[in-house]
């Protein structure tokens, strides 16, 4: 039976298409597979549910699993953080000529043209860059389109990154640079940090850059919180053997830091996802690229990009894709890399956001954040037994050593949840030399009583 909600599920639509295809069963189109590859018993699925009110009901139950942020207090961040999103960056998303048309095609231009050129022309601003790509799928994602674009720029093949980046964005720049046996494949090179300062070790990242280098990646602040203080002798680094420096930001930083252009940044990456996007699992969060306006950079990006151009009618202008045919959207695999994502409607979002906020809402905003967790890292830094690594120099997230406490972080996140409370993420897995240490977030959301709940709730966990 076909279902109402999946297209070209009838019989008759199945049959037309084999005999178009050539084949008598869809089994055909599945035979480079090898067989030991292909289960040898069917999945024991549920029956199919038709009703939609049986469904609906059932995705809530499910839903409701879930202990989200809405109910419990949150100091949980590492790369997908709790900022507030004000209400007008829904309600505009929301909006039909927005959230309805099919995204990537001309027909589909309903004042959306207009909105990317704003998000691009104020991230640019933002990031004190000229030239701004339409979002990709993550930071990960824009960090090895960046990697790529400096590979192809120098013609070299190697990218040295600090030890400090979170593990998962390593591991897509890794899979971006490709394997050794594949097609231009490119080296990743990890450089030590400086275990005192948490900031990247000079002196190993200068042994490690050399004629191969085609880029250094720097983040600041790093995975762990550390305001890179030392990013303009890196990127003078990379200048001086002909490197591309590129640089990871969080954008909701830059109201109190430097853009990354001043201490000499070629390539800028990082999230939109501060900028007005919910927390979210299992969807893209948004990745952004910025360069110089010039040409050697622009024709590298493998991204969409709107800007404006003339019409017929003279003296008329309009908004309009350009340097399309380099993208795989116009040249499918002849595209600088494969691009293609699904959130471009955060786009929007993040033009409203950042229309929202301006210049001095960035700077407010900026320096409420760098208080809150000030004040939360000198707090939970007095409990008995706990410290913060690297306890200045650091933004909206910090390293707490729960070594003094002879507890676990999973044993005191335990007890944190069970007073609604999501602790910091346990570093252990990913950087060991750390110890029993755990990275805790705090943004412009976090009260004064938020903080106390926090230090009062761990209070009881190291010493229960």
Same mark, same amino acid.
């Given at each position: ?101 099919? $995204? ?27 030239? =701004? ?18 590979? *192809? ?15 998962? *964005? ?55 919180? =550390? ?41 800028? =990456? ?26 050697? @950079? ?23 894709? #350009? ?22 409607? $955060? ?5 409203? @956001? ?13 320096? #409420? ?12 830094? !007095? ?6 690594? $690297? ?5 909206? !997230? ?20 069970? *007073? ?45």
């Amino acid at each position: 039976m076909a279902h109402p909600y999946m297209p070209n599920s009838t019989p008759d639509a199945k049959t037309a298409m084999m005999r178009a295809t050539g084949i008598s069963d869809v089994d055909e189109l599945f035979e480079q597979i090898p067989a030991d590859h292909l289960t040898a018993e069917p999945i024991a699925l549920e029956a199919g549910i038709k009703a939609e009110s049986t469904v609906r009901r059932h995705v809530r139950k499910l839903l409701d699993r879930n202990d989200s942020c809405a109910e419990n207090l949150n100091f949980l961040g590492a790369g997908c953080w709790q900022h507030y999103v004000p209400a007008v960056c829904d309600e505009i998303a929301s909006r039909s000529e927005f959230l309805t048309p099919v $995204w990537g095609t001309p027909s589909s231009d309903h004042g959306r043209n207009q909105a990317w050129f704003e998000y691009a022309s104020q991230l640019g601003e933002l990031v004190g860059m000229e030239f =701004v790509g339409l979002p990709v799928y993550s930071w990960g994602a824009a960090a090895g389109h960046a990697v790529r674009m400096a590979a *192809r720029l120098t013609g070299r093949h190697e990218v040295v990154v600090p030890s400090t980046l979170d593990p998962e *964005r390593l591991a897509v720049i890794r899979t971006y640079c490709g394997p050794s046996e594949g097609n231009d494949p490119i080296t990743v090179v990890v450089a030590r940090h400086d275990p005192a300062t948490g900031r990247v070790d000079l002196a190993d990242l200068e042994a490690k850059v050399g004629a191969a280098t085609a880029a250094v990646y720097l983040e600041t602040p790093n995975h762990l919180g =550390v305001i890179e203080a030392d990013a303009a002798a890196v990127a003078e680094l990379a200048r001086r053997h002909g490197a591309e420096t590129i640089v990871g930001v969080d954008p909701i930083s830059l109201g109190v830091l430097k853009p990354p252009p001043e201490y000499g940044a070629d390539i800028v =990456v990082g999230t939109t996802q501060p900028l007005g996007v919910h927390l979210n699992a299992g969807g893209g969060v948004g990745g952004f690229i910025a360069t110089r306006d010039d040409e050697r @950079y622009a024709r590298e990006y493998p991204t969409l990009q709107v800007s404006l151009a003339d019409t017929i009618v003279p003296g008329e202008r309009a908004f309009g894709m #350009t340097l399309f045919h380099q993208s795989s959207y116009g040249s499918r695999e002849d595209g600088n890399d494969w691009t293609g994502n699904s959130v471009y409607l $955060w786009t929007v979002v993040n033009a409203v @956001y950042m229309a929202l906020m301006g210049p001095q809402g960035f700077v407010d905003i900026g320096e #409420t954040i760098a208080a809150n967790s000030a004040y939360a890292a000198r707090r939970v830094g !007095e409990i008995e037994g706990l410290s913060v690594l $690297w306890p200045s120099g650091f933004f909206k !997230e910090f390293v707490v050593d729960f070594g003094g406490t002879g507890r676990t972080v999973a044993a005191v996140n335990e007890a944190l949840r069970g *007073r609604g409370i999501f602790g910091g993420k346990d570093l252990s897995a990913d950087f060991p030399e750390l110890g029993q240490a755990a990275l805790y977030c705090v943004t412009e959301i976090h009260t004064a009583d938020d903080i106390t709940a926090l230090v009062s709730a761990l209070n009881e966990a190291v010493t229960a």
